[in-house]
């Protein structure tokens, strides 16, 4: 089993409209979590945090759910710049400062 | 942008042969990591280095090395090249702390042939 899981997608998205997706992740030590943005043969670059309590910026809100172990990204008012693939990372407790990422979700807004 | 350089931007190797990719941490920045990313993967931690000492390694062979230098710069040098080691190779660096957010490089994309 992997230790971060993302659904790859493709989820189209029509422009304007709300989309959501989790990721899951093993390690219950895990400690940090991260949603990463990654653009065709781009690096990644940080979206957000994810704190316990949710966290929200601009059109994007991030959750975390301990319990069950995973962690969810929603993109309100979609736009055509959000097209990319959104990593999932996570950092555990035992891997000073390693990221684990997902293998990303990719989301298409279309017109 | 970052202000981490990677160099170069891309390289084509045959299998077997040896390299060695480059990288320029953000000013500020004593850690640096190196990860791989394969086509359709997520990236994959290879190793850290923190005040020029390994810091932590993923599961790769011995033939990924590594060097950091006193101004945090870093070099990732692969060995006996071979065809699955073809990838976006990229490079962060982090301010230090476990869970600081990192910043990528615009990696260095790998063909081995």
């Known amino acids: 089993r992997k230790e971060v899981e993302q659904d790859p997608g493709p989820f189209n998205v029509p422009e304007g409209a709300t989309v959501a997706f989790n990721c899951t992740y093993s390690?219950?030590?895990?400690?940090?979590f991260f949603w990463y943005r990654q653009d065709c043969r781009k690096e990644p670059k940080l979206l957000m945090s994810v704190y316990s309590s949710g966290n929200e910026d601009g059109r994007f809100t991030a959750q975390l759910n301990r319990a069950s172990q995973y962690i969810s990204l929603l993109i309100r008012d979609s736009k055509l710049s959000d097209s990319a693939t959104y990593l999932c990372?996570?950092?555990?407790?035992?891997?000073?400062?390693?990221?684990?990422f997902g293998a990303g979700t990719q989301v298409v807004v279309t017109p | 942008e970052t202000g981490v350089t990677q160099s170069p931007t891309h390289l084509i190797k045959t299998r077997g042969q040896q390299v060695t990719l480059r990288c320029s941490s953000q000013?500020?920045?004593?850690?640096v990591s190196w990860y791989q990313q394969a086509l359709g993967q997520g990236p994959q931690f290879i190793f850290q280095?923190?005040?020029?000492?390994?810091?932590g390694r993923g599961n790769f062979p011995p033939r990924f090395s590594g060097l950091q230098f006193p101004n945090y710069s870093s070099e990732l040098n692969v060995n006996a090249l071979e065809l699955d080691d073809s990838a976006l190779y990229l490079c962060?660096?982090?301010?230090?702390?476990?869970?600081?957010?990192?910043?990528f490089g615009q990696g260095t994309r790998l063909t081995v042939v």
């Open positions: 280095y923190y005040r020029e000492e390994e810091n």
């Open positions: 390690n219950s030590a895990s400690q940090s």
């Open positions: 000013s500020g920045h004593n850690t």
């Open positions: 962060a660096s982090s301010p230090g702390g476990g869970d600081t957010e990192a910043f």
């Open positions: 990372v996570v950092i555990g407790t035992d891997s000073w400062g390693k990221l684990q």
